[in-house]
Nanobody, 126 residues
Framework: QVQLVESGGGLVQAGGSLRLSCAAS????????MGWFRQAPGKEREFVAA????????GYADSVKGRFTISRDNAKNTMYLQMNSLKPEDTAVYYC???????????????????WGQGTQVTVSS
């Protein structure tokens, strides 16, 4: 079955950086579009970034554009989220997600994804 495992979260000061990883298993990683979402306490889970199957196209939420970079290594079955210039409002549990249908284009809606990881906590102190 499909498994997604996030890692790389932690506590960092404002202005710092973290790199999240999402290791996927269970099916051919390069066949599926991927994304990152986050959920802060008391808030809905929100879109952060998305990437196409080849990694040739990426998209971001306005709140992270220019600070976060999504990428993937299909040979390693792993997706990444490089987070720079972190702010306290970036504090959340970060989830990776995998699409379940063939196709093209970026997926930015939670319901587009069928599989989710368990999440990794990112805390940014001021």
């Amino acid at each position: 079955q499909v498994q997604l495992v996030e890692s790389g979260g932690g506590l960092v000061q404002a202005g710092g950086s973290l790199r999240l990883s999402c290791a996927a298993s269970g099916r051919t990683f390069s066949n599926y579009r991927m994304g990152w979402f986050r959920q802060a306490p008391g808030k809905e889970r929100e879109f952060v970034a998305a990437i196409t199957r080849s990694g040739g196209s990426t998209g971001y939420a306005d709140s992270v554009k220019g600070r976060f970079t999504i990428s993937r290594d299909n040979a390693k079955n792993t997706m990444y989220l490089q987070m720079n210039s972190l702010k306290p409002e970036d504090t959340a549990v970060y989830y990776c997600a995998q699409n379940d249908r063939p196709g093209f284009g970026l997926l930015k809606v939670r319901s587009d994804y069928a599989y989710w990881g368990q999440g990794t906590q990112v805390t940014v102190s001021s």
